[in-house]
T-cell receptor
Framework: KNEVEQSPQNLTAQEGEFITINCSYS?????LHWLQQHPGGGIVSLFM???GKKKHGRLIATINIQEKHSSLHITASHPRDSAVYIC?????????????FGKGTKLSVKP | GAGVSQSPRYKVAKRGQDVALRCDPI?????LFWYQQALGQGPEFLTY????????KSGLPSDRFFAERPEGSVSTLKIQRTQQEDSAVYLC???????????FGQGTRLTVV
C-alpha cells in the first residue's frame, strides 16, 4: 500500500463546478503539501499545511491530522485549472524533509 | 535567480551514454532535493543535500546514479551508462531548510533510446 493515496485518479468537471480531491496518508508527517503540475513537468506549490485550513483565491486546503486526511477544493472551476494535482507529505521525526508523493489526480475542466 | 532552474529541459541519450543534469536552486536555499518522475506516476525521492553535504542518497536506484553539490549551490545529477528504464522527468527542488516550502524546477525530461 502506498504511503500517500489520492482519489480520484482522474476527474472531469464542467466549468463552474465545485471540485474536491482527497488525500490520505499512513505515516507520521510534519507537513502536507498540495502541488500543481501542468503538462511539461513544472510543479508549483499551492499549499503547505500542518493543521486546519488554508485558502488562496478559489483554492481551499484542509487537513485532519487525527484522521490522516486532507482535501483540496476548487470553487468555480475554470478550464485553466486543468492540471495534475499532487499531494505530498514531509515525514515527521528525524527525517530530512524529503517529500513522499501521491500519484496525482488528473483534473480536466471542460468549458 | 527568481526560481529553481534546471537544464537541459529535454535530453535524448543513446543507451550506454553518460548524461549530466544541472539544477540551479534559489539563492540562499540550504536544502536541495532530486526526484525522478516516471510517466503517469508521482515523483519519487532520489537524494537530498543540505548545503554541500549529501545527507540522504537512499533513493538513488543504482550505482550508475551520482549527485553532487560541491559548493552548496548548483547541483548536478549524473547518470552513467544510461538505460531505457532511466527515461523519466528528473525534478529538482530547493527550500530554505528542512520541512519548509519546497520550490520546484521545470524538470529535465530524459529519453533514452
Amino acid at each position: 500500500k502506498n504511503e500517500v493515496e489520492q482519489s480520484p485518479q482522474n476527474l472531469t468537471a464542467q466549468e463552474g463546478e465545485f471540485i474536491t480531491i482527497n488525500c490520505s496518508y499512513s505515516v507520521g508527517i510534519s507537513a502536507l503539501h498540495w502541488l500543481q503540475q501542468h503538462p511539461g513537468g513544472g510543479i508549483v506549490s499551492l499549499f503547505m499545511l500542518s493543521s486546519g485550513k488554508k485558502k488562496h483565491g478559489r483554492l481551499i486546503a484542509t487537513i485532519n491530522i487525527q484522521e490522516k486526511h486532507s482535501s483540496l477544493h476548487i470553487t468555480a472551476s475554470h478550464p485553466r485549472d486543468s492540471a495534475v494535482y499532487i499531494c505530498a507529505v514531509s515525514r515527521g521525526g528525524g527525517s530530512q524533509g524529503n517529500l513522499i508523493f501521491g500519484k496525482g489526480t488528473k483534473l480536466s475542466v471542460k468549458p | 535567480g527568481a526560481g529553481v532552474s534546471q537544464s537541459p529541459r529535454y535530453k535524448v541519450a543513446k543507451r550506454g551514454q553518460d548524461v549530466a543534469l544541472r539544477c540551479d536552486p534559489i539563492s540562499g536555499h540550504v536544502s536541495l532535493f532530486w526526484y525522478q518522475q516516471a510517466l503517469g506516476q508521482g515523483p519519487e525521492f532520489l537524494t537530498y543535500f543540505q548545503n554541500e553535504a549529501q545527507l540522504d542518497k537512499s533513493g538513488l536506484p543504482s550505482d550508475r546514479f551520482f549527485a553532487e553539490r560541491p559548493e552548496g549551490s548548483v547541483s548536478t545529477l549524473k547518470i552513467q551508462r544510461t538505460q531505457q528504464e532511466d527515461s523519466a522527468v528528473y525534478l529538482c527542488a530547493s527550500s530554505f531548510g528542512r520541512n519548509t516550502e519546497a520550490f520546484f524546477g521545470q524538470g529535465t525530461r530524459l529519453t533514452v533510446v
